[in-house]
């Protein structure tokens, strides 16, 4: 994690990391102001709060209340050297907690990351340098090894010199990229977290055998999202951007949106609107991009090659943006490499729908087949000696896929984890649907999978899948684990070089009748994006009619303007936001594609409370009533932001009574809600406040630091593109 520090005024600091600030003071005694802990202190602390953590991690897990745990931290010091201390730390249980929980309980703290990090000693590096926000030195804590070189299945140059080819692309890129954490809870399965640490939104996953291989594919993962866009989906790239040369590629084409907004011609090709606009409901305003919003300009489209005779067809980036997510796209050590990895993925996701939606009964691996791979049996008896049951299946359905299953249970919870995972050669297959099992996750965190169902509906229904791509946690049916299998198990084995691998998957395509889009992106190297349209998208085909991201344009500009807005815009806007019937919990960071501050009113913004302040701003104190009801009653938000809606709700109840003075209460409301949150609220409900707690922005997107520094990252890339371009 990159940390900024500022000087303040005399001894104070002020620390930036991620959406915080910390500032930092020193006691009087030592020339401060005692305004605030000192550095050391916060040190201290660091270790008895993650200690915390740990023991509230496993309390919730197991649903042992924490209200009687106390726990508390001294240091002693050691009068010859104050460098050398101990740090005691005590934990107070009640004695309704087990003997097993205590010692499980202990065994939590022991764990404590900032004790670990301690105990091991941490290196410093101190050094200058020209300038840190030029400094794109990879911040990664591996380091290849020349003397070594480590070749895997797949992959056509080894791990180190592919690691330091794509940290070099990184590094030119201006981007320095942080590991935030590693995971190797079972023999053979690895996992990292990395970031960028100007952005930490634009962020990636790893797995792997080794530590080498997972850093690999979190690398090869950052590298592919960059190419393909993924970091920016929904995102407002702002007015300059928008306005630019190019907004995506620098080969990307615009087709005005045409008067009746029908479809433009050149969009797509038959085989594709015959899928995505089959009853003729799709507009071209459906189409204008998300990112930019320039209906000036019209339609966005990126060219992709069509596999079966090369011929360009152009697909409008929003489109692509709204149902793919990111499957389907990779980056590799050269485009065949690529493919194989973009080809592997859909069959992966395409066939884990298909059994998981048929409620297929898939056959079991044989234990002399699983035998053949030592290491992927050590990871996987490790689990069962956790006490986590593993059922490992063949997912090829007879043999038509490269695709495997590994599958979790958790005997703790009743919950199930289906883990899948593709690729031409068996055991690689095998060995990702393990690691992807274990990606970020704890043990602890096992205790959140869903249980089984017999019923066919939950489990068919679409957002079901959705949550099956994006972390694996959608339910599963009972009758996956049925022993009478629908399938009988095959041995298979696709493999052979990256360019017959290639061939062979995209037979497969060919042989279920589909086709395929191929568009490469070589800014970064060899990535690349391939699209099989009514097979591979994530989200339903209607929702680029009925939920598409590009509502946003509808309010984006009115809500970043939103105080300057007259009486008549704000009403029109709340109308709008009515008649749109969408969800009163859609936060505004997803509706309008702005990241703020998670931490700030913004933030936690919903549809409803920005309803409920329009109606405030607006003097319709019935509506706001209502509304303020209802988000007591159903909305989590910050402990201060309720207490506020608490004393609007008793403030609008003596307001709409006639029978009430707000004078003849307004003493003891201030004692139980304090004198700034009282101002607030009369002021809220008299109109003199308007607001409360959003501050002023516009479409320059200024204060949205957050924000600001994705488009930073963003322009990294932009300027990329335009100077391979020649632009």
């Known amino acids: 994690m990159e940390i900024k520090v500022n000087f303040l005024d005399n001894l104070r600091l002020e620390a930036k990391f991620d959406d915080f600030t910390v500032v930092a003071d020193q006691p009087i005694r030592y020339k401060g102001d005692g ?98 926000d030029e400094d794109a030195q990879a911040m990664l804590m591996v380091t290849p090894d020349a003397d070594h070189s480590t070749f895997i299945v797949g992959k056509d140059l080894p791990l180190e010199q592919t690691i330091a080819n794509m940290t070099a692309k990184l590094a030119e890129l201006g981007m320095k990229i942080e590991i935030s954490s590693w995971r190797n809870l079972v023999p053979n399965v690895w996992s990292l977290h990395i970031r960028d640490a100007a952005s930490p939104m ?90 930019s919003g320039n209906y000036e300009r019209g339609i966005c489209a990126i060219p992709y090659i069509r596999h079966s005779d090369g011929e360009t067809v152009y697909f409008p980036s929003n489109l692509i943006e709204n149902l793919f997510l990111s499957n389907g796209m990779s980056a590799g050590n050269n485009l065949a490499e690529a493919k194989v990895q973009c080809l592997s993925e859909i069959f992966e996701r395409a066939v884990k729908r298909q059994i998981i939606e048929e409620e297929i009964a898939l056959p079991d691996v044989p234990k002399d087949v699983l035998a053949k791979y030592p290491s992927i049996v050590a990871g996987i008896d490790a689990l069962e000696a956790q006490g986590f049951p593993v059922v490992v299946k063949d997912a090829s359905l007879g043999g038509q896929f490269p695709v495997m299953c590994v599958t979790l249970m958790n005997p703790r919870t009743g919950g199930v984890f289906a883990s899948f995972g593709a690729h031409p050669s068996l055991e690689v297959a095998l060995e990702r649907s393990l690691t992807e099992l274990l990606q970020g996750r704890s043990f602890e965190g096992l205790n959140d999978v869903q249980k089984p169902t017999f019923n066919s509906m939950a489990v068919q229904e679409p957002e079901n899948f959705v949550e099956h791509f994006i972390d694996s946690t959608g339910v599963i049916s009972w009758r996956f684990f049925s022993a009478k299998h629908d399938y009988e198990f095959v041995e298979w084995d696709f493999s052979g070089t990256n360019e017959e691998e ?29 699209l099989v349209p009514g097979y591979s998208e994530v989200y339903p085909v209607t929702d680029l009619i009925w939920d598409n991201t590009n509502k946003a344009l509808d309010f ?172």
């Open 556 to 727: 984006r500009e009115d809500i970043l303007n939103l105080h300057r807005l007259s009486d008549d815009e704000l009403a029109d806007l709340v109308e709008r936001l009515e008649e749109s019937e969408l969800d009163n919990y859609t936060d505004i960071i997803t509706l309008i594609g702005i990241e703020f501050d998670e931490n700030t009113v913004w933030g936690q913004l919903t549809i409803l409370e920005l309803k409920l302040l329009c109606y405030l701003a607006l003097g319709e104190l019935e509506a706001a009533q209502e509304l303020t009801e209802t988000f007591l009653q159903y909305n989590d938000n910050t402990v201060k932001r309720g207490l506020f809606y608490q004393a609007m709700s008793a403030v609008l109840e003596i307001s709409l009574d006639d029978e009430l003075a707000l004078e003849d209460y307004r003493h003891n409301l201030t004692r139980m809600f304090g004198e700034e949150t009282m101002d607030a609220v009369i002021g809220s409900v008299e109109g003199s406040v308007r607001f409360y707690g959003l501050t002023p922005t516009s479409m320059k997107l200024e204060g949205l630091d957050r924000h600001q520094r994705l488009i930073e990252s963003y322009k990294k890339l932009h300027a990329a593109r335009a100077k391979l371009a020649g632009l």
């Open 35 to 132: 305004s605030a802990p000192s550095p050391f202190d916060y040190f201290l602390a660091s270790s008895a709060l993650c200690a915390a953590y740990f023991v509230k991690v496993y309390c919730v897990s197991r649903d042992i209340p924490t209200e009687g745990i106390r726990l508390s931290q001294n240091n002693i010091v050691d009068p010859e050297n104050r460098y050398n201390q101990q740090f005691k730390i005590q934990v107070e249980l009640p004695e309704s907690i087990s003997d097993k929980d205590r010692e499980g309980i202990l065994r939590s703290i022991d764990r404590c990351t900032v004790k670990k990090v301690v105990q091991t000693g941490p290196e410093f590096v101190i050094e200058t340098v020209e300038n840190l």
């Open 202 to 291: 634009c962020f990636t996953n790893g797995k792997g055998a080794t530590k080498e291989s997972a850093l690999c594919s979190a690398l090869g993962e950052f590298i592919e999202r960059l190419s393909c866009n993924f970091f920016y989906n929904d995102q407002y790239f702002g007015e300059e951007i928008a306005n630019a040369e190019f907004v995506h590629y620098p080969n990307e084409k615009w087709f005005p949106l045409e008067e009746d907004d029908s479809l433009p011609a050149g969009l797509l090709d038959e085989y594709c609107l015959d899928i995505y606009d089959n009853d003729g409901e799709l507009c071209g305003s459906h189409l204008v991009d998300t990112n």
């Open 502 to 530: 290639s061939t062979a998957l995209f037979g497969i395509l060919e042989d279920l009748g589909l086709e395929a889009y191929i568009a490469e992106f070589t800014a970064l190297g060899s990535a690349c994006r391939i």
